[in-house]
C-alpha cells in the first residue's frame, strides 16, 4: 500500500537509530556522493537540518519544472523565506529536528513541501548547499497530472499560513548536546555519529558514519 511520501518518513523514522537522519528520493535524483556534504555539514555545523539546493535541474518535463518553479516562489512569498530552495526534500535532520516538523496540526496532502516552512517558523537553524538533481535513474514519477497534483498542493497553503504564520506556535528546541559528552555517551567520534537515510518506499541505510546500505 502506498500511504505516500511523508508515511515514508515517519516509517523510516520509527526504523531508524540514527542521531543524524537524511531524506531522499528513490528514484537517485538526488546523488547519494552528495549525502556526506550534507552529513557533515549537520554534524560538524551548528545546523538543525541542510538542505541540498538545487542549483542545476535535470528535468525532461518543462511543464513540471515550471510548476515547481511557480509553487517554490510562491512558499517564499507566502511565507517570507529568505531561502533559494524551498522544496527541495534532500535534507539532513538532527533527529529530534525531524520529529518536531512531523508533528504537525492539519491534514495535508503534499506536506513534503513545507518542512522548510515548518523549520523556519520553529525557529531550526538551517543552511542550503548547492547540488544537482539528475534525470530519474529508475522507477517512474507517482504525479501522473501535474496541473492537478498542482492544484491539491496549493489548497494546503491556507491551513499551512494558519499553523505556521497565525499560530505561531514555535516549538522549543531541546538543547544542543556537547561535543565532548557525545563522544564519551555514544563511544564514538563526531564523524563517526550514526546517519540513517530514510526514502519514501523501503530504502533505509543505515551507518556508523557515512558509509551505509544503498537500496533501490
Same mark, same amino acid.
Given at each position: 500500500?502506498?500511504?505516500?511520501?511523508?508515511?515514508?518518513?515517519? @516509517? !523510516? =523514522?520509527?526504523?531508524? *537509530?540514527?542521531? %543524524? #537522519?537524511?531524506?531522499?528520493?528513490?528514484?537517485?535524483?538526488?546523488?547519494?556522493?552528495?549525502?556526506?556534504?550534507?552529513?557533515?555539514?549537520?554534524?560538524?555545523?551548528?545546523?538543525?537540518?541542510?538542505?541540498?539546493?538545487?542549483?542545476?535541474?535535470?528535468?525532461?518535463?518543462?511543464?513540471?519544472?515550471?510548476?515547481?518553479?511557480?509553487?517554490?516562489?510562491?512558499?517564499?512569498?507566502?511565507?517570507?523565506?529568505?531561502?533559494?530552495?524551498?522544496? @527541495? !526534500? =534532500?535534507?539532513?535532520? *538532527?533527529?529530534? %529536528? #525531524?520529529?518536531?516538523?512531523?508533528?504537525?496540526?492539519?491534514?495535508?496532502?503534499?506536506?513534503?513541501?513545507?518542512?522548510?516552512?515548518?523549520?523556519?517558523?520553529?525557529?531550526?537553524?538551517?543552511?542550503?548547499?548547492?547540488?544537482?538533481?539528475?534525470?530519474?535513474?529508475?522507477?517512474?514519477?507517482?504525479?501522473?497530472?501535474?496541473?492537478?497534483?498542482?492544484?491539491?498542493?496549493?489548497?494546503?497553503?491556507?491551513?499551512?499560513?494558519?499553523?505556521?504564520?497565525?499560530?505561531?506556535?514555535? *516549538?522549543?528546541?531541546?538543547?544542543?548536546?556537547?561535543?565532548?559528552?557525545?563522544?564519551?555517551?555514544?563511544?564514538?567520534?563526531?564523524?563517526?555519529?550514526?546517519?540513517?537515510?530514510?526514502?519514501?518506499?523501503?530504502?533505509?541505510?543505515?551507518?556508523?558514519?557515512?558509509?551505509?546500505?544503498?537500496?533501490?
Amino acid at each position: 500500500e502506498n500511504r505516500g511520501i511523508v508515511a515514508g518518513w515517519r @516509517s !523510516g =523514522f520509527e526504523s531508524s *537509530r540514527g542521531r %543524524v #537522519l537524511l531524506t531522499t528520493d528513490a528514484d537517485l535524483q538526488y546523488a547519494p556522493e552528495d549525502v556526506p556534504m550534507l552529513y557533515r555539514e549537520c554534524v560538524d555545523g551548528s545546523w538543525d537540518l541542510v538542505q541540498g539546493w538545487r542549483k542545476k535541474y535535470r528535468e525532461k518535463s518543462q511543464l513540471r519544472k515550471l510548476l515547481s518553479n511557480g509553487f517554490s516562489a510562491i512558499l517564499k512569498l507566502l511565507f517570507f523565506l529568505p531561502i533559494r530552495d524551498v522544496k @527541495s !526534500g =534532500f535534507i539532513a535532520y *538532527r533527529r529530534e %529536528v #525531524l520529529e518536531d516538523i512531523l508533528d504537525y496540526r492539519f491534514h495535508y496532502f503534499s506536506f513534503q513541501s513545507l518542512p522548510t516552512v515548518a523549520a523556519h517558523f520553529k525557529g531550526y537553524r538551517m543552511k542550503q548547499v548547492p547540488i544537482t538533481v539528475h534525470q530519474r535513474f529508475a522507477g517512474a514519477s507517482s504525479i501522473e497530472r501535474p496541473i492537478i497534483f498542482s492544484i491539491r498542493s496549493a489548497l494546503d497553503l491556507p491551513k499551512a499560513l494558519v499553523e505556521y504564520r497565525f499560530l505561531k506556535q514555535r *516549538r522549543r528546541r531541546r538543547p544542543r548536546p556537547d561535543p565532548e559528552n557525545s563522544r564519551r555517551r555514544h563511544g564514538r567520534p563526531r564523524d563517526q555519529q550514526q546517519l540513517t537515510i530514510v526514502t519514501p518506499g523501503r530504502a533505509i541505510g543505515r551507518s556508523g558514519g557515512i558509509e551505509g546500505d544503498r537500496r533501490r
